[in-house]
């Protein structure tokens, strides 16, 4: 496989290389010169998902792994289910949040994890830094947990992350590191930067980063889209339109891949909250950014969406028709009336879906099918969905042992020399 840097296409780089580097000249995101084209895809269909998502993986890795180390890779990372839920009529949910830190994030993370030990397997250890305000910080740490040869920190800010988020990515020990830092977590963000600016760490302790800009995760998540048509009935695979509730749209951007590798998705709806710097821009023509409002639906908190340039390139080029793709923006009140209309039909839900929902349902027609994507367990926003809903949201195994288990971190002041002596203290 060999991908370029969208923002100097003379870099030209295998997987390998992608995943290793994460990001690209000037900040340049990686994308892959060619995606394949699958044949007979109601063959495809018709297997099992690992199965599948070899075959897919694959195809879009080539060679380069072997297809026996790609099946070794995806059997390790996907050990959980993608079910379709039927909600209403024409209605479906794909619920992605079976996996281990209920969200849609364990698939992307679990396969980059996967990727990077495999990589790595050989050579010298290396370390994964990363900041986290909640979720994408449990995604890594059960990700990364148990594999050799990889060490993780993880910083935070302090008493600004839930309890139960903090327990989930705090209690694990072994390989990973977690240190509440005295500030917030843009001082998080800081210092994690300041770290690969820094000659000593990042040659000492073999830095990666394993954000979600890496091209592995988003191979990953291309696996599910071929999951949710799977599960429809046949007559009705080619009428599906997808609503993807989006921040960074990594996820639009999968099932776009997906689109193009020859999945019969008809159409994609871009959901987003009130950070709508999408819906304004396809509608005017204008990036134009503002201040990030914060919502219910905090994981799409977002008005830089740091994976749009992935979908534009799709677009200029001419993979994906931009008539294919409508975006809407739904506010508080509509999210609001979201959880509680699913919660009507029988299903339980979240802000993240419910947004997907309204957004959907604005633009379905009646001889289409919808699906709109169950990025998070509704137990993960628990106050929030027991706030609109007024009864106890049941929290799922997983969460509840992790409930009464120790939280190991460190404290560390918010300034660099300190984050640095804890490193090589830990790792060095
Ligand atoms: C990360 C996240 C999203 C947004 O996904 P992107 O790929 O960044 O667009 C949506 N819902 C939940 C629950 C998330 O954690």
């Known amino acids: 496989m060999e991908l370029f840097n969208l923002k100097d296409p003379t870099e030209v780089v295998s997987f390998s290389q992608a995943v290793k580097q994460g990001l690209g000249r000037n900040q340049g995101l990686f994308f892959p010169k060619s995606i394949p084209q699958l044949e007979d895809i109601d063959a495809l269909l018709a297997l099992p998902f690992q199965q599948r998502s070899v075959k897919i993986l694959n195809a879009l890795i080539g060679d380069e ?74 995604a890594v740490a059960h990700a990364f947990h148990g594999l050799p040869n990889i060490n993780v920190v993880i910083l935070y800010p302090k008493g600004m992350v839930s309890p139960l988020q903090e327990k989930q990515f705090s209690t694990l020990g072994g390989n990973i590191f977690t240190a509440e830092v005295d500030g917030a977590f843009d001082d998080c963000q800081a210092l994690v930067k300041h770290a690969f600016d820094d000659q000593d760490i990042r040659e000492k302790l073999h830095l990666n980063s394993a954000n979600s800009i890496n091209i592995a995760r988003l191979l990953a998540q291309v ?57 304004r821009y396809l509608l005017s023509g204008l990036w134009e950014p503002k201040k990030t409002i914060a919502t219910m639906s905090n994981a799409m908190d977002i008005s830089s969406p740091n994976n749009w340039p992935r979908i534009e390139a799709m677009i200029e080029q001419g993979l994906v028709d931009k008539s294919l793709l409508t975006a809407e923006s739904v506010d508080e009140d509509y999210t609001h009336m979201g959880v509680r209309q699913l919660n009507d039909l029988g299903y339980q839900s979240e802000p993240h879906a419910a947004v997907a929902y309204k957004a959907l349902k604005r633009t379905l027609a009646d001889d289409e099918i919808g699906i709109f994507l169950g990025t998070a367990h509704p137990a993960k926003f628990k106050e929030t969905v027991e706030n609109i809903l007024g009864v106890p949201v049941a929290l799922p195994k997983a969460l509840a042992d992790v409930a009464n288990k120790d939280i190991l971190s460190d404290a560390i002041n918010a300034d660099f020399a300190t984050l640095k002596e804890y490193m090589f203290t830990k790792l060095g």
């Open 65 to 138: 792994l072997g297809e026996e180390t790609v099946a070794q890779l995806v059997n390790n990372a996907f050990q959980f289910t993608a079910p379709l839920a039927h909600v209403a009529d024409n209605v479906y949910s794909l619920e992605l949040f079976h996996g281990p830190t209920l969200a849609f994030k364990d698939f992307g993370a679990r396969f980059l994890a996967q990727c990077l030990s495999h990589l790595t397997a050989q050579g010298q250890p290396i370390t994964i830094l990363t900041a986290t305000s909640g979720d994408t910080g449990a």
């Open 223 to 279: 696996c599910y889209y071929f999951e949710a048509l799977a599960q429809l009935p046949k007559d009705q695979q080619n009428k599906a339109v997808i609503s993807v509730p989006s921040g960074n749209f990594g996820n639009l951007a999968a099932a776009m891949i997906a689109k193009t590798m020859g999945l019969p998705i008809k159409r994609f709806v871009a959901s987003t909250n009130v950070n709508d710097t999408v819906p």
